[in-house]
Nanobody
Framework: EVQLVDSGGGLVQPGGSLRLSCAAS????????LSWVRQAPGKGLEWVSG????????SYTDSVKGHFTISRDNAKNIVYLQMNSLKPEDTAVYYC??????????WGQGTSVVVSS
C-alpha cells in the first residue's frame, strides 16, 4: 500500500520556523521526484518546492525562495521542508506529493501550518 505521511505542522508566530516531514512507503521512493504543495484557506492549490529523485536539484516558488529548504533522505524514505521566517501568508495545508506537476501520482494526507501572532 502506498503511503505518504505528512507531519510537522502547527501554530507558529510570524518569523518562526517549522520543519515538515513526509515519510513514504509502498513505492520505489528513489525513483520519484517529490514536491510540497499547499492550499491556503479559500485558495487553490499552489506548488511550493520540489526535489529531484537523487536530491541534486531543487526548485522553489518565488515567494518562498531563501526561506524554505527542501531535502530528502533516500535511506529513510523521507522528504523534508524546512520553513524559516514564516509569514502569515504561508498559512496553508501542506501536502507532500510525488512528481513536479499535476497530476501527482501520490499524495500525503496534509499537515496544517498556521502562522499567526
Amino acid at each position: 500500500e502506498v503511503q505518504l505521511v505528512d507531519s510537522g505542522g502547527g501554530l507558529v508566530q510570524p518569523g518562526g520556523s517549522l520543519r515538515l516531514s513526509c515519510a513514504a512507503s509502498g513505492f520505489p521512493f528513489t525513483l520519484y521526484a517529490l514536491s510540497w504543495v499547499r492550499q491556503a484557506p479559500g485558495k487553490g492549490l499552489e506548488w511550493v518546492s520540489g526535489i529531484h529523485r537523487n536530491g541534486t536539484f531543487t526548485s522553489y516558488t518565488d515567494s518562498v525562495k531563501g526561506h524554505f529548504t527542501i531535502s530528502r533522505d533516500n535511506a529513510k524514505n523521507i522528504v523534508y521542508l524546512q520553513m524559516n521566517s514564516l509569514k502569515p501568508e504561508d498559512t496553508a495545508v501542506y501536502y507532500c506529493v510525488t512528481g513536479w506537476i499535476r497530476p501527482f501520482d501520490y499524495w500525503g494526507q496534509g499537515t496544517s501550518v498556521v502562522v499567526s501572532s
